[in-house]
């Protein structure tokens, strides 16, 4: 599975940006997908996630309430829409899927077999 991460840039505090993850060379079928991020200096820390069979999502608790992921079986893409930025939420946001997932695992991002290339949300004050 190849993933492409798209949609980051620079918004100010309080604004929204949806950012997309689009699968190639097969589905998404059997697989979760999830949202990370990391600023500089910093670990890659779990955003959400979404089982792709059922629809089942799970977040961070601190983005919890801001944003919001969702899938598009169609177009065979996971989409996270945040809204309310904070400036602490400026990050390299990466995308990934894995299979086979547990519920206590799926928040480390070594579980994850794919990866994209990641994209940068600068949020100003």
């Known amino acids: 599975v190849q993933l492409q991460a798209s949609g980051g840039g620079l918004v100010q505090a309080g604004g929204s940006l949806r950012l997309s993850c689009a699968a190639s060379g097969r589905t998404f079928s059997g697989y979760t997908v999830a949202w990370f991020r990391q600023a500089p200096g910093k670990e890659r820390d779990f955003v959400a996630a979404i089982r792709w069979n059922g629809g089942t999502t799970y977040y961070a608790d601190l983005v919890k309430g801001r944003f919001t992921i969702s899938r598009d079986m169609a177009k065979n893409t996971v989409y996270l829409q945040m809204s309310n930025l904070k400036p602490e939420d400026t990050a390299v946001y990466y995308c990934?899927?894995?299979?086979?997932?547990?519920?206590?695992?799926?928040?480390?991002?070594?579980?994850?077999?794919?990866w994209g290339q990641g994209t940068l949300v600068t949020v100003s004050s």
């Open positions: 990934a899927a894995g299979r086979g997932l547990i519920i206590s695992s799926l928040r480390s991002h070594s579980v994850y077999d794919y």
